[in-house]
């Protein structure tokens, strides 16, 4: 999948139903879609971590879906003090449990309405404040410390970060054209 059908027809619905079902963005009174710096960097973080394609990790490991989530991830997002309560609603309005197997079991099968909002709430998790718009490197030091990825590609993170960019930026122009 490119970059630009990923964002039109997995992320933005996702975040899409995380507004239509929590409201807009705590503090920030935004929908969850029109964070530009959230939005890229979920864009970025799945193109380091599945190239934009919803599988199993190679090698029977245990990541799932776009972000390659394992089950010890979806259990502190279901967790943490500062998105357990949005982690929970999230499972409710999805119709799934809010338990650690009841997520990773969604994560292939429902990656709107799961995976998006989980990947999404792991940034949110993390009281550091997200990188400027744009900012590659900073975007690379938040995906390498909250993803903790096993084996870290960073020469690759500079090619899947300006595709995610260059497809924010047409998708947010054309979202301008229509208003």
Known sequence: MTPAA???TILVPGLKFMTATLGNIPG????WENDDRGRLLQLAFAGQESNWVNEQQFGNSPGRGFYQ???PTCRLVLGNPAG???AHAICAAASITATQDAVY????INPVEI?????RLDTWCDPRPLPSYGDAQAGWIMYDEEWRPGRP???YWATVYAQALAADRAWTAAQGAKA
Not at 28 to 31: E, Q, S, T
Not at 105 to 108: D, E, K, N, T
Not at 115 to 119: G, I, L
């Open 153 to 155: 590609h960073p020469l």
């Open 105 to 108: 079991g969604a994560l292939l």
């Open 115 to 119: 995976a998006v909002p989980f990947a």
């Open 6 to 8: 990923f964002l039109s």
């Open 28 to 31: 920030r009174n935004i929908p």
């Open 84 to 86: 357990a309560a949005i």
């Open 69 to 71: 989530f394992e089950p």
